[in-house]
């Protein structure tokens, strides 16, 4: 069933491709292609999706979200369809075709930037593989890498997110006010693997130019943070208005139900900051 289910995509795409292509909101077409390029690289719950909500804002960006999702294409833009069958397909079998006649074609001529994010394992993946040859040949695709100096806030955010379903909100009062336990030989591995991620991701794009930025940092001085990635990325500096809010502003201790187990286990040792 699978092969011919396939078949019938290449099909599909073959005779479909350059409709399929076209099929973008109006007011993102045009034949600007004189536009900086850039990804936005970090894991989850690093505040990525905020950074490119806030840079949608802005007139002359274009920041898609998660492009490489397995199950979809996370435009995050309004107007494009984030489950095209056919872009799926497509993204899935071509991914550098995917971006250069989709994510990184043409726009009108006042877009000035158009990226996307993407996490560290996403880039990783079997299907991405042609991913980091094009981005070799390409090295004038500016990285944004965006990490979070607390890996246990950001542990802490995923397991909140998963236990209640609820990954971003807009206003204060959709809080969802849980606790969790915390697994410390989860935690520490996931520590480490976040850790080593962005370490290699260093590794793969010291051809590039790259810019690092600290979710705590943007939280605390968003107006300069943003500066900062307009300045990167080569476009009019404006105010920008952040349209999320923070989903958990408690401190750990009235989150982590094991917060007091956690304190004596890592007393005098590198996870003891996080606390």
């Given amino acids: 069933m699978s092969n011919i289910l396939d078949t019938a995509c290449q099909f599909y795409w073959k005779f479909n491709a350059k409709r399929i292509l076209a099929e973008r909101p109006k007011e993102y077409r045009g034949d600007n292609t004189k536009f900086t390029r850039f990804i936005l690289l970090a894991h989850q719950r690093t505040g990525s999706s905020m950074v490119m909500a806030t840079l949608n804002k802005h007139p002359s960006i274009v920041a898609f979200g998660e492009l ?30 995917f971006l250069e006649e989709h994510a990184y074609s043409s726009f009108p001529e006042n877009i000035s930037s158009v990226g996307f ?3 560290p394992d996403q880039l990783e993946r079997k299907d ?7 981005l070799n040949e390409n090295k004038d695709v500016k990285i944004i890498i965006l990490t979070r100096n607390n890996l246990l ?4 955010s995923l397991a909140i997110a998963n236990k209640t379903g609820v990954f971003g909100i807009r206003k204060e009062s959709d809080r969802q006010m849980v606790t969790i336990n915390v697994d410390i030989h989860k935690a520490e591995a996931e520590f480490k693997r976040r850790k080593a991620g962005h370490q290699r991701a260093r590794e793969k794009f010291v051809d590039h130019e790259v810019i690092e930025l600290a979710y705590e940092d943007i939280i605390e001085q968003p107006t300069e943070e943003f500066k900062k990635i307009q300045s990167f990325i080569g476009v009019t500096l404006t105010q920008l208005h952040v349209p999320t809010v923070k989903q958990e502003t408690r401190p750990l201790s009235e989150v982590i139900e094991n917060y007091d187990e956690l304190k004596i286990k890592w007393k005098g040792a590198e996870y003891e900051e996080y606390l």
């Fill in 128 to 134: 991405a593989a042609p991913l980091l040859p094009w």
């Fill in 153 to 156: 806030d950001v542990h802490c």
């Fill in 68 to 97: 490489f999702v397995k199950s979809r294409i996370g435009h995050m833009v309004s107007g494009f369809n984030n489950h095209s069958k056919a872009l799926h397909y497509l993204r899935s079998k071509d991914p550098v075709r």
């Fill in 117 to 119: 994010k993407i996490f």
